[in-house]
């Protein structure tokens, strides 16, 4: 398996860029120079560092990208740079709790409905068809906007977008095995329900749920950004990407860097979740492979 | 089954939908928002008046089952409220707003259809080569682009640094809307007759359109790429060839016919994509259309507003889905309409 | 029989270039087909029967797949040497031919009257000049419809041919609502259609039931007497080939080791791999202790054996036979054998010793 996925020279960028944004993430008080809610002020007495966000330093602000000011400075005087590195911990955080619940969310009731049928199928399909008859950006501004203004506020609203896609997968998933001889096998020897659900059928449909998984990873960023950008999720101020990029439009003609790297950054993330995904699709799926 | 028995049927069909949708609207204006009143009414700065009316006009201090038949009622007749954001009814709101909107999304179709089906087909006809490399490497960008960035990156390469085309808006600054026929001002200014409008009205389309539609591109290009793929291995473009059929026709009439299944089903998907996308791309280009309606919506509060516009985007997008099914069986005859 | 045959395949060579290596599928594959005969070729499955006829259709894959030498002279013309268009003209008109699979091998969007009508469309001069008619000039279009016309009319007597009752609705019907046995048979329609000199036949019942299966060899038969059509017939069934073949090849990883009359192959096998075949079938008539297998399978195209191919699995293997690759030889008239052996496999003294040993 891991010789096959070698041989994609794309999924292993994708691997690449997705491990360089967990260590950038878990070790961004080392790699950031500054914190993005303290600035550190050069003074007589040496260097102090000012906890006032929202105090412009005006001899440093909207400074070009230098070597001591990697990526510039924003209209606060703040490194770009470390915004964009400690902003990587929101971003992944978003990420992976908004899909982690989702989809335990889609295996239990995907699960249920897959394994049991009948009525609770039945219900279940028809709550899903509902929710997927929004496309999960809209779904997920009317959520967010009704929640207000939070990061945490974003997640939720996206968790409640995106299980359906998940409980519909799985359902499939579990249909499927369902026939398969070897669940047939189990049940004629008298395995208990959960043990088929948990021993036969959830390992043998882990291998797409991981390749959409993956794949929704970046989505998940690409939405979550644009909720930022429109100004529903982090307060302003906050090192998140998409809200950097939407602080820095109105100085676009200006500052240029203000909005390009944060928009780098979310797009060399997103890029390496689909590459990963696509990687992996290609290792699980032969099907597939070109 | 004839179509049209079909469609009814699938009309018929959309209904529970649509409920389910209305209950999730209901939902998320009624019972989430910790006073519903409040923010109905603008959210913190609101007078006290305002709240009480608010309260008694949406008959919060009834039950929750009661609110929502108040709520059903006035969706049967047409009204989805008030925009407070704009003070007149959110469907008068949305229906000025609409052809904007529809004209954005379907330059943005037309731009991304063709393009990429014929990327997808030369990618897969020159599997490997270079073209197949630019053309993988657009695809593979292409959707993991933030939107709403490239929208930016856009406005400062061709309205800022080389300034080519507008900034921003649907015409430019001072000029008259030629009259309103269909509402799309490319289409009124050729009936009009009106030049003027005419050309600055495309040149208004080029960047929103491409920013919309560029995901969708690179979504349809990767499809046509993959299907082509597959289906060029088929026995029956193997069929074909020893037919003695010129390899042009087994690739535009063999192939490409059942290599366009699998990318209709992705062009009906797209369609939510880029209804989602016209609420970022809209905002940035101050494209006077739903999207940047239901983001101002959003902001200001207005709740009546997004949920008006939620709905109307469910709807639209069953509706596109269905106008997919039925091509589908045009294109498939082994898709039996409403079998299965 | 004439004097040059319809088809002289010679030292056929061909390859494929894969991630795991080279697979040299075909090395040096030679022999005849004449006019109006019927020739089957016999071979385990991945032996290369089915890449000898892409090869001469030249529908190998490429990349992967590559002819690298020989000749391939049909009528007298090397169809290796001749340009893409050309053979496009030959394909479906002279030499047809047909596949394993009725189920996938049809395309599946069009009906079975428009796929048999563009064979015919592309082939045969359908030109008739329409009525003169002063409110209706005769245009291009005019002159491609009528043509269309005629080519669907065509194909359904195609139909009509090949037994298939109500040829008029099948037209009209697509390949998934067809059984598979009349798949095949709009499969034959379509590739008799333009009256070839030559269709191959690649396996075009393995996939059918055996009641059907008969039906199909039948009809090709009747046809192959109508038309004149010289049938090459590739199957891994040596019951169809002693009922249709007037010659035989034996075919053993990419070469031919066997060839010759039918009756003298299936009376008096001369190649030890021919002999292993023939006796792993069950036989009604005759009564056996147990059938004979041929130890061993296929072996890796890659890394092919060295000399022989098949002296591996061969009982009768001696020193040359792992050197040198032994040359077809002719052993009486229309009888000829690879085998540096072949003198005692006929005489059978080490296979009588090891059958009662």
Same mark, same amino acid.
């Given at each position: 398996?891991?010789?096959?996925?070698?041989?994609?020279?794309?999924?292993?960028?994708?691997?690449?860029?997705?491990?360089?944004?967990?260590?950038?993430?878990?070790?961004?008080?080392?790699?950031?120079?500054?914190?993005?809610?303290?600035?550190?002020?050069?003074?007589?007495?040496?260097?102090?560092?000012?906890?006032?966000?929202?105090?412009?330093?005006?001899?440093?602000?909207?400074?070009?990208?230098?070597?001591?000011?990697?990526?510039?400075?924003?209209?606060?005087?703040?490194?770009?740079?470390?915004?964009?590195?400690?902003?990587?911990?929101?971003?992944?955080?978003?990420?992976?709790?908004?899909?982690?619940?989702?989809?335990?969310?889609?295996?239990?009731?995907?699960?249920?409905?897959?394994?049991?049928?009948?009525?609770?199928?039945?219900?279940?399909?028809?709550?899903?068809?509902?929710?997927?008859?929004?496309?999960?950006?809209?779904?997920?501004?009317?959520?967010?906007?009704?929640?207000?203004?939070?990061?945490?506020?974003?997640?939720?609203?996206?968790?409640?977008?995106?299980?359906?896609?998940?409980?519909?997968?799985?359902?499939?998933?579990?249909?499927?095995?369902?026939?398969?001889?070897?669940?047939?096998?189990?049940?004629?020897?008298?395995?208990?329900?959960?043990?088929?659900?948990?021993?036969?059928?959830?390992?043998?449909?882990?291998?797409?749920?991981?390749?959409?998984?993956?794949?929704?990873?970046?989505?998940?960023?690409?939405?979550?950004?644009?909720?930022?950008?429109?100004?529903? %999720?982090?307060?302003?101020?906050?090192?998140?990407? %998409?809200?950097?990029?939407?602080?820095?439009?109105?100085?676009?003609?200006?500052?240029?860097?203000?909005?390009?790297?944060?928009?780098?950054?979310?797009?060399?993330?997103?890029?390496?979740?689909?590459?990963?995904?696509?990687?992996?699709?290609?290792?699980?799926?032969?099907?597939?492979?070109? | 089954?004839?179509?049209?028995?079909?469609?009814?049927?699938?009309?018929?069909?959309?209904?529970?939908?649509?409920?389910?949708?209305?209950?999730?609207?209901?939902?998320?204006?009624?019972?989430?928002?910790?006073?519903?009143?409040?923010?109905?009414?603008?959210?913190?700065?609101?007078?006290?008046?305002?709240?009480?009316?608010?309260?008694?006009?949406?008959?919060?201090?009834?039950?929750?089952?009661?609110?929502?038949?108040?709520?059903?009622?006035?969706?049967?007749?047409?009204?989805?409220?008030?925009?407070?954001?704009?003070?007149?009814?959110?469907?008068?709101?949305?229906?000025?707003?609409?052809?904007?909107?529809?004209?954005?999304?379907?330059?943005?179709?037309?731009?991304?259809?063709?393009?990429?089906?014929?990327?997808?087909?030369?990618?897969?006809?020159?599997?490997?080569?270079?073209?197949?490399?630019?053309?993988?490497?657009?695809?593979?960008?292409?959707?993991?682009?933030?939107?709403?960035?490239?929208?930016?990156?856009?406005?400062?390469?061709?309205?800022?640094?080389?300034?080519?085309?507008?900034?921003?808006?649907?015409?430019?600054?001072?000029?008259?809307?030629?009259?309103?026929?269909?509402?799309?001002?490319?289409?009124?200014?050729?009936?009009?007759?009106?030049?003027?409008?005419?050309?600055?009205?495309?040149?208004?389309?080029?960047?929103?359109?491409?920013?919309?539609?560029?995901?969708?591109?690179?979504?349809?290009?990767?499809?046509?790429?993959?299907?082509?793929?597959?289906?060029?291995?088929?026995?029956?473009?193997?069929?074909?060839?020893?037919?003695?059929?010129?390899?042009?026709?087994?690739?535009?009439?063999?192939?490409?016919?059942?290599?366009?299944?699998?990318?209709?089903?992705?062009?009906?998907?797209?369609?939510?994509?880029?209804?989602?996308?016209?609420?970022?791309?809209?905002?940035?280009?101050?494209?006077?259309?739903?999207?940047?309606?239901?983001?101002?919506?959003?902001?200001?509060?207005?709740?009546?507003?997004?949920?008006?516009?939620?709905?109307?985007?469910?709807?639209?997008?069953?509706?596109?889905?269905?106008?997919?099914?039925?091509?589908?069986?045009?294109?498939?005859?082994?898709?039996?309409?409403?079998?299965? | 029989?004439?004097?040059?045959?319809?088809?002289?395949?010679?030292?056929?060579?061909?390859?494929?270039?894969?991630?795991?290596?080279?697979?040299?599928?075909?090395?040096?594959?030679?022999?005849?087909?004449?006019?109006?005969?019927?020739?089957?070729?016999?071979?385990?499955?991945?032996?290369?029967?089915?890449?000898?006829?892409?090869?001469?259709?030249?529908?190998?894959?490429?990349?992967?797949?590559?002819?690298?030498?020989?000749?391939?002279?049909?009528?007298?013309?090397?169809?290796?040497?001749?340009?893409?268009?050309?053979?496009?003209?030959?394909?479906?008109?002279?030499?047809?031919?047909?596949?394993?699979?009725?189920?996938?091998?049809?395309?599946?969007?069009?009906?079975?009257?428009?796929?048999?009508?563009?064979?015919?469309?592309?082939?045969?001069?359908?030109?008739?000049?329409?009525?003169?008619?002063?409110?209706?000039?005769?245009?291009?279009?005019?002159?491609?419809?009528?043509?269309?016309?005629?080519?669907?009319?065509?194909?359904?007597?195609?139909?009509?041919?090949?037994?298939?009752?109500?040829?008029?609705?099948?037209?009209?019907?697509?390949?998934?609502?067809?059984?598979?046995?009349?798949?095949?048979?709009?499969?034959?329609?379509?590739?008799?259609?333009?009256?070839?000199?030559?269709?191959?036949?690649?396996?075009?019942?393995?996939?059918?039931?055996?009641?059907?299966?008969?039906?199909?060899?039948?009809?090709?038969?009747?046809?192959?007497?109508?038309?004149?059509?010289?049938?090459?017939?590739?199957?891994?069934?040596?019951?169809?080939?002693?009922?249709?073949?007037?010659?035989?090849?034996?075919?053993?990883?990419?070469?031919?080791?066997?060839?010759?009359?039918?009756?003298?192959?299936?009376?008096?096998?001369?190649?030890?791999?021919?002999?292993?075949?023939?006796?792993?079938?069950?036989?009604?008539?005759?009564?056996?202790?147990?059938?004979?297998?041929?130890?061993?399978?296929?072996?890796?195209?890659?890394?092919?054996?060295?000399?022989?191919?098949?002296?591996?699995?061969?009982?009768?293997?001696?020193?040359?036979?792992?050197?040198?690759?032994?040359?077809?030889?002719?052993?009486?008239?229309?009888?000829?054998?690879?085998?540096?052996?072949?003198?005692?496999?006929?005489?059978?003294?080490?296979?009588?010793?090891?059958?009662?040993?």
């Amino acid at each position: 398996m891991l010789h096959l996925f070698r041989r994609s020279l794309l999924s292993m960028i994708g691997l690449v860029l997705i491990l360089f944004l967990i260590i950038v993430a878990l070790f961004a008080p080392l790699i950031a120079s500054e914190h993005p809610s303290y600035v550190e002020v050069q003074t007589e007495q040496g260097t102090t560092r000012v906890e006032e966000r929202w105090e412009i330093h005006f001899d440093r602000k909207l400074q070009s990208p230098s070597l001591q000011h990697l990526f510039g400075t924003d209209d606060y005087g703040r490194d770009i740079f470390s915004m964009i590195v400690y902003g990587s911990q929101t971003s992944l955080r978003i990420c992976l709790m908004v899909v982690i619940i989702s989809t335990l969310a889609g295996i239990i009731l995907g699960g249920l409905a897959g394994y049991f049928g009948g009525v609770i199928d039945e219900v279940l399909m028809r709550i899903t068809d509902v929710f997927l008859a929004i496309p999960y950006l809209i779904l997920a501004l009317a959520v967010a906007a009704a929640l207000g203004r939070s990061i945490d506020h974003i997640m939720e609203a996206m968790i409640i977008t995106w299980w359906p896609s998940y409980a519909r997968l799985f359902r499939g998933q579990v249909l499927a095995i369902r026939e398969q001889q070897y669940v047939e096998a189990a049940r004629s020897v008298g395995a208990s329900n959960s043990r088929i659900l948990f021993r036969h059928i959830l390992p043998n449909s882990i291998a797409p749920l991981i390749v959409e998984i993956t794949l929704d990873l970046g989505a998940v960023l690409l939405v979550a950004a644009g909720l930022s950008f429109i100004g529903l %999720g982090a307060s302003p101020g906050t090192a998140e990407w %998409g809200l950097m990029i939407s602080e820095g439009r109105t100085l676009m003609f200006h500052a240029w860097w203000y909005v390009t790297f944060p928009g780098l950054a979310i797009l060399f993330v997103v890029l390496g979740f689909n590459l990963l995904g696509d990687g992996l699709r290609d290792v699980t799926d032969p099907k597939l492979r070109r | 089954m004839k179509t049209w028995e079909y469609i009814v049927r699938r009309l018929i069909l959309l209904i529970p939908v649509i409920i389910g949708v209305t209950i999730i609207t209901f939902t998320v204006s009624h019972v989430i928002p910790a006073d519903p009143a409040r923010a109905f009414a603008g959210g913190p700065k609101a007078q006290p008046e305002a709240i009480a009316h608010i309260r008694a006009e949406l008959h919060l201090d009834e039950p929750l089952w009661k609110q929502y038949f108040f709520y059903l009622n006035d969706l049967i007749h047409l009204n989805l409220g008030k925009s407070y954001l704009e003070n007149r009814p959110v469907l008068e709101s949305l229906r000025d707003y609409f052809p904007a909107t529809f004209e954005l999304t379907m330059v943005a179709m037309l731009i991304a259809v063709p393009l990429g089906i014929i990327g997808g087909i030369i990618s897969a006809i020159k599997q490997n080569k270079i073209s197949d490399h630019f053309s993988r490497i657009i695809a593979i960008v292409g959707y993991s682009l933030p939107i709403f960035w490239l929208a930016l990156m856009l406005q400062y390469l061709f309205a800022y640094l080389v300034p080519i085309l507008p900034l921003e808006g649907r015409l430019s600054v001072g000029m008259v809307p030629p009259t309103t026929i269909t509402g799309f001002y490319v289409i009124d200014s050729i009936l009009t007759g009106n030049v003027a409008t005419l050309s600055s009205s495309l040149l208004h389309l080029i960047l929103p359109a491409f920013t919309l539609g560029f995901s969708t591109l690179a979504i349809i290009l990767r499809m046509t790429r993959s299907s082509m793929l597959e289906v060029m291995s088929a026995d029956y473009i193997r069929t074909a060839r020893a037919k003695g059929v010129p390899e042009r026709k087994v690739i535009y009439q063999h192939g490409l016919r059942n290599a366009l299944i699998p990318t209709l089903t992705v062009i009906g998907l797209q369609f939510g994509a880029l209804l989602s996308g016209a609420v970022l791309t809209e905002t940035i280009f101050n494209w006077p259309g739903m999207g940047r309606f239901a983001a101002n919506a959003v902001l200001g509060l207005d709740f009546n507003s997004v949920m008006g516009f939620t709905l109307i985007v469910a709807i639209i997008y069953v509706i596109a889905n269905l106008i997919v099914d039925l091509l589908y069986a045009m294109v498939d005859p082994r898709v039996k309409l409403g079998g299965g | 029989m004439t004097e040059t045959p319809l088809l002289s395949i010679r030292d056929l060579k061909t390859y494929f270039y894969t991630y795991e290596g080279v697979v040299k599928a075909l090395e040096a594959t030679s022999f005849d087909i004449w006019k109006g005969e019927t020739f089957g070729l016999i071979g385990e499955t991945g032996c290369g029967k089915s890449v000898t006829a892409l090869s001469v259709m030249q529908l190998i894959p490429q990349p992967p797949g590559r002819i690298m030498s020989g000749s391939i002279l049909f009528n007298g013309v090397d169809l290796l040497k001749e340009p893409e268009k050309t053979l496009q003209q030959l394909r479906g008109c002279a030499i047809s031919m047909i596949f394993q699979e009725p189920m996938t091998a049809l395309n599946p969007v069009y009906n079975i009257g428009r796929q048999i009508a563009e064979v015919i469309l592309l082939h045969k001069d359908l030109t008739e000049v329409p009525q003169k008619n002063t409110r209706n000039p005769i245009t291009h279009r005019r002159i491609q419809r009528a043509r269309k016309k005629r080519a669907f009319e065509k194909a359904i007597e195609a139909l009509d041919m090949v037994k298939i009752s109500d040829p008029k609705k099948v037209a009209r019907q697509y390949p998934h609502e067809l059984s598979g046995g009349m798949r095949q048979r709009a499969m034959i329609a379509m590739m008799l259609a333009c009256d070839p000199d030559l269709l191959i036949a690649d396996e075009p019942t393995t996939a059918l039931d055996v009641t059907v299966q008969a039906q199909i060899l039948d009809l090709m038969k009747e046809l192959q007497h109508r038309k004149g059509t010289a049938i090459w017939l590739i199957t891994h069934n040596l019951g169809v080939i002693a009922e249709m073949c007037d010659r035989v090849g034996v075919m053993y990883a990419g070469y031919i080791v066997e060839i010759g009359k039918t009756e003298k192959i299936f009376e008096n096998p001369d190649h030890p791999y021919t002999r292993g075949l023939l006796r792993s079938i069950p036989l009604i008539m005759e009564e056996r202790q147990r059938l004979e297998i041929i130890p061993g399978s296929v072996p890796n195209l890659i890394t092919p054996p060295e000399g022989c191919r098949f002296h591996p699995r061969c009982k009768y293997q001696m020193d040359i036979c792992k050197t040198c690759a032994p040359p077809l030889v002719e052993v009486e008239p229309d009888h000829c054998v690879a085998c540096h052996r072949f003198a005692d496999v006929k005489y059978s003294v080490v296979g009588e010793e090891e059958k009662h040993g």
